[in-house]
């Protein structure tokens, strides 16, 4: 298994409050990804990072920023948590050695509840 | 954009019934086609891929054909076990390269219920 951690594994937290989840990888892949996965939506990409300090939007990224600052960490934080927020989030990260067709290795989600 | 359709389920079978999901999709370019699988409690993995028009992906009894001509990549299994029960994702990469590397647009989920 990709070495990939996601902390915390659960979360509540209340609306307004931030909130950052850590996605930690051992694997020294280029790419990460930060996910949420919701009933009926799939998962839906929120950002990603092709590099240290290099990242970029997804398709839901509204509410969310991330940061890179080393190859191992992808941080995903919630500036001002609401209620829409509450969601499964899962970081994943990429083979970039193996080209375009490599598939992505998944943490094990983060539950994040916003009351 | 891209996008990815699937059947809807939930899907209840009995163990050695035959499984078929549907998946289509839209795309422009030359989409790379997956489908990952999600036990409780855990992350995706993958089950299968197809890089191109009629290649056929293959793991675990699992297959599915890349139809270009009907874009679609049905996931399909002779005989099911109890043991697969799970969350099945259709995806697609746009294959772009450069800086769309990687990013994959997922369908809606298939819950498979097998029973003994």
């Known amino acids: 298994d990709a070495g990939i951690t996601q902390s915390p594994r659960h979360k509540v937290t209340e609306t307004g409050t931030p909130v950052t989840l850590r996605c930690h990888q051992t694997e020294n892949h280029r790419y990460m990804y930060w996910y949420r996965q919701d009933p009926g939506h799939g998962l839906r990409l929120i950002h990603y990072s092709y590099g240290v300090k290099d990242t970029d939007k997804g398709e839901v990224s509204d509410g969310y920023s991330v940061s890179r600052s080393k190859t191992e960490d992808f941080l995903l934080t919630l500036e001002s948590a609401t209620s829409s927020q509450t969601s499964v989030y899962f970081c994943?990260?990429?083979?970039?050695?193996?080209?375009?067709?490599?598939?992505?290795?998944f943490g094990n989600g983060t539950r994040l509840t916003v009351t | 954009g891209d996008s990815v359709t699937q059947m809807e389920g939930p899907v209840t079978l009995s163990e050695e019934a035959f499984l078929t999901i549907n998946c289509t999709y839209t795309a422009t370019g030359y989409p790379s086609l997956f489908w990952y699988v999600q036990y409780p409690g855990e992350g995706l993995q993958l089950l299968l891929k197809a890089t191109k028009a009629d290649d056929k992906g293959s793991n675990k009894g699992f297959e599915a054909t890349y139809r270009k001509e009907t874009t679609s990549f049905h996931l399909e299994k002779g005989s099911v076990q109890v043991s697969d029960s799970a969350v099945y994702f259709c995806?697609?990469?746009?294959?772009?390269?450069?800086?769309?590397?990687?990013?994959?647009?997922f369908g809606q989920g298939t819950i498979l219920t097998v029973h003994p």
């Open positions: 995806a697609l990469s746009d294959g772009a390269g450069g800086t769309s590397y990687g990013k994959l647009t």
């Open positions: 994943a990260i990429s083979e970039a050695s193996r080209g375009y067709n490599s598939p992505l290795h």
